[in-house]
């Protein structure tokens, strides 16, 4: 078996296979990077990215026979090996032009499949955890969600047989659920998805909303950074999912998508709950009924604006949603309540699609005020806002205001992403301009 130094697994009671460190690392130090075993870049960000090495870049140079995927150079495309990937699509998209439309976990998975019928030797991305040795919990795959991956293996088949002997019906079921827990998204600076890989060995790694280390991309590997002093022993712990919302959304999700409850400190003793959905202060207290009444509206209005975002063509609609709902939760809440701070963040996506950089600030300002006291020291939720806000203000030739807000992005990136990480030194450049 194969290891990193430093590093070891081990059984954690309860939670199965873990990972802990044998040795002290400090905040920000690298525990290890780890090529991912296989990856895709997203649909929406074709043109824009290099499909091999995710390079965000203009002229890129165009695969000669779909026309359809872009490369650096001949070297991306074709030396480092992508047409054993890109020819899973490449005549599939020409055969079905505007019909081809596999889900990016198809994508993938037909990936997995093409690189475990040529890898017969370990590979490098799975030192200490094997890609077959992957949790699926397909047994706790729910009606829903199974109905999910049936889709997908039916995509699978439509699009991806022709390059691909695919096994039977049950082992993809199996693959799908594997992924479905274990695959990553791949994030910019801004934290917007670029695509989606696996790696073996941070799938090994247990989740704490209040993470030991943090998991950040350079090109398609993947790097994994003590976000906290580690002494030997200490578990490696990343938060697989945000963790900005009161314990029992965060359990609810983590149940609902990984099949666990949380123990974390912060979980047991919930003791981020008050804060985190904090009341307005009022001569009269507000009744704990009218509190939890609100809370309950607070989740619908998430999941309603979740289901009709991606629907929805008219802008100003969606941004009414927004205000309607901070209308009727800030009667009730705080500005700093995470229910009103999830809604300030969707209205500003929103301001920033239609171009309005002032309405988008007005939101901006007001979320990071309570962002970095909610959010675990060093968490890229915090540093990706503040980038935002830095751009915002260069844009709008607000030059003191927005190197200051880069600063702050860079000290936690600092951290996050190792200080020679080349969006530090993009960062460096976009404040030296204008
Ligand atoms: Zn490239
Ligand atoms: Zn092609
Ligand atoms: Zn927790």
């Keep these: 078996m194969g290891s990193i130094a430093g590093l ?9 296979r873990a990972l802990r460190v044998t040795r002290p690392f400090k905040v920000g130090e690298l525990l290890y990077s780890t090529p991912a075993y296989t990856f895709v870049l997203s649909l929406n960000e074709r043109g824009f990215n290099c499909e091999f090495c995710f390079t965000r870049k203009e002229k890129l140079a165009r695969c000669g026979k779909c026309k359809k995927a872009f490369y650096c150079n001949v070297k991306c495309q074709v030396g480092c090996k992508d047409w054993a990937m890109h020819k899973l699509e490449c005549s599939a998209m020409i055969a079905f032009k505007e019909n081809w439309c596999p889900s990016e ?17 370990r590979c490098a991305s799975e030192k ?12 706790d795959v729910d009606n829903e969600k199974r109905e999910m991956h049936e889709a997908d293996v039916f995509g699978l088949h439509r699009f991806f047989s022709k390059h691909l002997k695919l096994p039977d019906h049950k082992d993809l079921l199996t693959l799908f659920s594997q992924v479905a827990c274990n695959g990553f998204t791949i994030e910019d600076d801004e934290l917007s998805n670029m ?14 909303c209040c993470p030991s280390v943090i998991v950040t991309n350079k090109g398609t590997s993947a790097e994994v950074r003590a976000v906290q002093n580690m002494k030997p022993g200490d578990e490696v712990l990343i938060s697989y999912i945000d963790v900005l919302y009161p314990t029992d959304d ?3 999700r983590l149940r609902e ?28 207290p507000i009744e704990p009924e009218v509190i939890s009444n609100m809370v309950r509206y607070a989740r619908k209005t998430i999941r309603e604006f979740r289901a009709v975002k991606h629907t929805k063509n008219i802008l100003s609609e969606l941004l009414e949603m927004c205000e309607q709902s901070l209308e009727e939760m800030g009667a009730v809440f705080d500005e700093a309540n995470v229910y009103m701070l999830h809604v300030m963040y969707q209205a500003m996506g929103v301001c920033l699609y239609m171009e309005d950089p002032e309405g988008a600030l007005t939101y901006g300002e007001k979320i990071i005020k309570h962002y970095s006291k909610l959010y675990p020291p060093f968490s890229l939720n915090v540093s990706s806002m503040y980038l935002k806000l830095g751009r915002l203000y260069m844009g709008l030739e607000r030059r003191s205001a927005g190197v200051s807000a880069f600063k702050k992005a860079m000290a936690i990136m600092e951290v996050a992403h190792g200080k020679d990480h080349f969006y530090l030194t993009e960062l460096c450049k976009e404040m030296a301009q204008k």
């Design 8 to 16: 070891e697994r081990f059984d954690s009671p309860g939670k199965g």
């Design 105 to 121: 976990i198809s994508r993938l998975v037909a990936r997995i499949l093409a690189k475990k019928k040529t890898k017969k030797e």
């Design 128 to 139: 200490i955890l094997r890609i077959d040795e992957i949790q699926s919990h397909v047994e």
């Design 195 to 208: 695509g989606t890989a696996i790696y073996p060995d941070v799938a090994l790694i247990n989740h704490s």
């Design 250 to 252: 965060l359990n609810n």
């Design 257 to 284: 998508t990984y099949y666990f409850t949380c123990d974390c400190r912060d979980c047991k003793n919930k003791s981020k709950d008050k804060e985190k959905l904090k009341v307005r202060k009022r001569s009269d």
